[in-house]
């Protein structure tokens, strides 16, 4: 290593990658300062993440997605390939998609709203791993499409988001990329906006880098924690509907099981002998 500090942490971070790049199966023979050759197979070609992770966009596993990555990566890609007046990022969008999936659920059963909500702020977190690409260039990507697809499905399963919410997603999708077009490209209205007392855009769009990531994951583990609070109190109210109405299916070795609903086979599996 050279005796000059920086050099000495570039040479650092290389030995780094390379190390980590050798122990994933990468080629063996890499130039110098360029530790992210990509290989022939695709499937073996990977990113590294803020949090040091490897993941592969062409293979991706649940074990290599990372929320705090995700809320991290989004905090720093810009919206509109840049084009606005000020940095928005893809965590804000996140963000302000969410509350406006607050706002349309807000008369839906608790958890209903909550799920939705949930499954809005992480709509476009495959984007923390395959960046965000503007439509006119992606709709003539099919392979970026269905690698960002298969990046989203492992996501999902991840954080149990389930995919009977994506046209309501949609919509607060397209409902937050019309208030951001409207704002973001026009300085009056901009002005306006950013001092207008409670705009939920102006509140989003003070944040730092740091400020979004950590409001995101927050807005994150808020909903999860409200979630899964709902989810067990639904759970005991089932079992005790369950047990009232229908005693002989714990008392009786009969199962109907084409008869029952998953929380109702749940507590069935659960508490029957």
């Not at 996140?94 to 509350?99: F, I, Q, V, W």
Request: charged share 30%.
């Amino acid at each position: 290593m050279s005796g000059h500090p920086l050099q000495q942490l570039l040479e650092a971070e290389y030995e780094d990658e390379a190390e980590a790049w050798l122990k994933a199966g990468m080629p063996t023979k890499m130039k110098k300062k360029s530790p992210t050759d990509i290989p022939a197979d695709r499937n073996r070609a990977c990113i590294r993440t803020v949090s040091r992770k490897l993941f592969y966009p062409f293979n991706p596993s649940p074990k290599d997605v990372d929320v705090r990555d995700i809320a991290h990566h989004l905090s720093h890609i810009c919206r509109f390939t840049g084009a606005s007046l000020i940095f928005w990022s893809v965590g804000q969008h996140a963000m302000l998609a969410a509350d406006i999936a607050l706002a349309f659920s807000h008369s839906d059963p608790r958890l209903l709203s909550l799920e939705k909500t949930y499954a809005t702020l992480h709509h476009d977190d495959s984007e923390a791993y395959c960046t965000d690409l503007s439509k006119p260039i992606k709709m003539h990507m099919k392979e970026y499409k269905a690698m960002e697809s298969g990046v989203t499905k492992v996501i999902e399963e991840v954080l149990q988001i389930g995919s009977q919410y994506k046209a309501f997603v949609k919509d607060c999708d397209d409902q937050a990329y019309k208030v951001e077009a409207s704002l973001l490209f026009d300085e009056s209205k901009l002005d306006q906006e950013l001092n207008r007392e409670g705009s939920t855009f102006a509140r989003l769009a003070r944040l730092s880098f740091a400020e979004v990531r950590q409001m995101f994951l927050d807005y994150s583990d808020m909903l999860a924690a409200e979630i899964e609070e709902e989810k067990n109190k639904f759970f005991e109210e089932e079992k005790n509907k369950f047990f009232f109405y229908e005693p002989w299916l714990v008392t009786h070795n009969y199962t109907p099981v084409n008869d029952m609903n998953p929380t109702q086979l749940r507590i069935y599996k659960e508490f029957s002998p």
